[in-house]
């Protein structure tokens, strides 16, 4: 996949920005703002939810190795309790921009919308099958948050984490009936409110 030529800006130092984890039960959600290096160019970006785990994971390696600047940010589940998913997704965005090593001059958002930022941004939809830095981030957010579940996992093996990754799924459902919930639950989302009887 390569950048579609409305969202090429040759002269500007872009960023791309992704998050993964505003549906699960569990967990923060995490989003990357990822700068690539024109001269090291990556093949084989795209959409992180249409590759394999193996894909991702070699993506992953070729992204922390190659890319100009690279910033993880998240919101954890008492920020998206307190402000709400939206928001909490918007903050982490700035948070991953704000990281950046590099000060980006233009930051493309995979979405409809944009967090308010020091810089110019558009929101691109489909952005992170549309756009070669957005895909990175779509790519490095996953795997980020996948892999802490896979931790989390550790923690509470009756959960599933590795399996469903926080997600609503009828297994982990049966899981919060049966063992109540963790403490990295989201308490504003209806099923966690529905189990601990706060709705």
């Known amino acids: ?52 785990e193996k894909k991702r994971d070699a993506l992953f390696e070729l992204i922390m190795e190659n890319a100009l600047s690279i910033s993880v940010g998240r919101a954890s589940p008492a ?9 909490a997704t918007m903050l982490a965005m700035q948070r991953a921009v704000v990281g950046l090593s590099v000060t980006p001059e233009h930051v493309l958002i995979d979405g409809n919308r944009c967090p308010a930022l020091n810089m110019s941004a558009q929101a691109v939809v489909k952005g992170d099958a549309r756009v070669d830095e957005i895909s990175a981030a779509s790519i490095i957010a996953k795997v980020t948050r996948d892999r802490e579940m896979e931790v989390l996992d550790r923690e509470f093996p009756q959960f599933g984490f590795a399996k469903h990754k926080g997600y609503p799924t009828k297994f982990h459902m049966e899981m919060i009936d049966a063992h109540g919930v963790t403490p990295y639950h989201r308490r504003s989302f209806k099923p966690v409110k529905a189990a601990l009887n706060l709705t």
């Open 79 to 87: 920020e998206i309790d307190e402000i709400n998913i939206l928001q």
């Open 1 to 52: 996949m390569a950048t579609e030529p409305e969202f090429i800006f040759p002269d500007l130092i872009v960023a791309g920005v992704d998050e993964v984890g505003r549906g699960p039960l569990v967990g923060d959600v995490v989003t990357a703002a990822v700068i690539l290096d024109p001269i090291k160019p990556i093949e084989g970006l795209a959409d992180s939810k249409k590759l394999t």
